[in-house]
């Protein structure tokens, strides 16, 4: 019994799900309730290289995931375009919504970091090549701290 119980401890301290949302207008109602930021990420899930590296390396990342856990509503975005990857007509209704607000000129990968309104506070096109985890947490602290004060 008290493997089990020193498993689940163990597991809840180091295991951290950055969850992503795919209804934006709730995301931003969350992030208001929660005085968090939105980051969204326009994706191409299946078919963009930079996306799915994007995804790999910061994203899925544990500092990454345990970071957003405290200060993020994650919204994906996604344009997958294999036929067994497509979202249902909501999805993609709702998506193309976004983009023709926040991504009209089509890029991939495009992240925005949003206050709780949609206010664009900061935006990243494509995988920077100076891009890291660290650097990434960083931008998004500093911000996050400014709008505190």
């Given amino acids: ?13 180091f295991s951290f799900s950055a969850e992503w949302k795919l209804d934006f207008e709730k995301a931003k109602t969350e ?10 990420n326009f994706s191409g899930s299946d078919w ?37 990857n497509q979202l249902d007509l ?11 607000k926040y991504n009209q000129q089509g890029k991939f ?3 925005l970091l949003l206050d709780s309104n949609g206010k664009i506070l900061k935006e990243w096109e494509g995988y920077p090549s100076n891009l890291s985890v660290k650097t990434f947490i960083h931008d998004i ?6 709008k505190s004060k």
């Fill in 1 to 13: 019994m008290k493997f089990f119980v020193f498993i689940a401890l163990f597991s809840a301290l």
């Fill in 31 to 40: 992030a208001a309730q929660s005085h968090k930021f939105v980051l969204l």
């Fill in 48 to 84: 963009c290289i930079p996306c799915i590296k994007l995804k790999k390396d910061i994203f899925e990342s544990e500092d990454f995931t345990r970071f957003a856990s405290e200060k993020l509503i994650l919204v994906r975005a996604d344009f997958p375009r294999l036929k067994k």
């Fill in 90 to 100: 909501w999805q993609i209704s709702h998506n193309e919504a976004l983009a023709e």
């Fill in 109 to 111: 990968p495009l992240t």
């Fill in 141 to 146: 602290n500093t911000i996050f701290e400014a």
